[in-house]
């Protein structure tokens, strides 16, 4: 069975954003890029929700072919292009043969379809909306947290919508040279 491996940038508060979704807090590097470029080559599946589907598609179908594109760009821009994208929303209307599913009926029982189909891993990135409902959902395998250092007090929280008590297992932890630590971590499923 395929993992849905959800990553997200936090403050050390645990927020993913502040209070009016700003990012300005996270921290990049070549090393963080390897990292999710490692498990976005190991993923098929791309669950976004939409507005990060729309930055992303503003952005990376391109980006890898600009003059000025690291390595990080044209590897992500390569992956982006090819990978199944999927996308939790009400309001997006899914465009004929895109290449892109939405989903926005029986979140739960579609996610499980994906999960149970061949091929590799499904991953995400960011789309706090999204995440939070499929967090709801118990859905999320996999935790890969890039927590940043800082602190911001309040803004949108990274596990708002987790209603029961959720027992993780740390798989991996790496401290980058950005004072960023990458925390992953699995699921533990109840007995």
């Known amino acids: 069975?395929?993992?849905?491996?959800?990553?997200?940038?936090?403050?050390?508060?645990?927020?993913?954003?502040?209070?009016?979704?700003?990012?300005?807090?996270i921290k990049t590097s070549e090393e963080l890029f390897d990292i999710t470029n490692h498990y976005s080559t190991n993923s098929d599946t791309y669950i976004?929700?939409?507005?990060?589907?729309?930055?992303?598609e503003w952005y990376w179908p391109t980006a890898g072919q600009q003059p000025n594109?690291?390595?990080h760009d044209k590897a992500h821009s390569e992956w982006y292009i090819h990978v199944a994208k999927i996308v939790i929303s009400n309001t997006l209307a899914p465009k004929p043969n895109s290449g892109t599913r939405v989903i926005n009926k029986n979140?739960?029982?579609?996610?499980?379809?994906?999960?149970?189909?061949g091929g590799k891993d499904i991953i995400?990135?960011?789309?706090a909306s999204a995440a939070h409902s499929l967090m709801e959902l118990d859905l999320i395998d996999e935790y890969g947290l890039f927590v940043?250092?800082?602190?911001?007090?309040?803004?949108?929280?990274?596990?708002?919508?987790?209603s029961n008590e959720l027992k993780l297992k740390l798989i991996t932890?790496?401290?980058?040279?950005?004072?960023?630590?990458?925390?992953?971590?699995?699921?533990?499923?109840n007995a």
């Open 48 to 56: 976004l929700g939409r507005k990060t589907f729309e930055m992303m």
């Open 124 to 127: 995400m990135f960011g789309s």
């Open 69 to 71: 594109a690291t390595k």
């Open 1 to 25: 069975m395929k993992k849905l491996r959800l990553f997200q940038h936090t403050s050390l508060d645990g927020f993913v954003a502040g209070p009016n979704g700003e990012m300005d807090f």
């Open 173 to 189: 932890s790496k401290p980058l040279l950005s004072g960023v630590i990458f925390l992953l971590y699995q699921r533990e499923k």
């Open 148 to 162: 940043n250092p800082v602190l911001l007090g309040k803004g949108i929280p990274m596990f708002s919508s987790i």
């Open 107 to 117: 979140l739960k029982g579609e996610i499980e379809k994906l999960k149970q189909s």
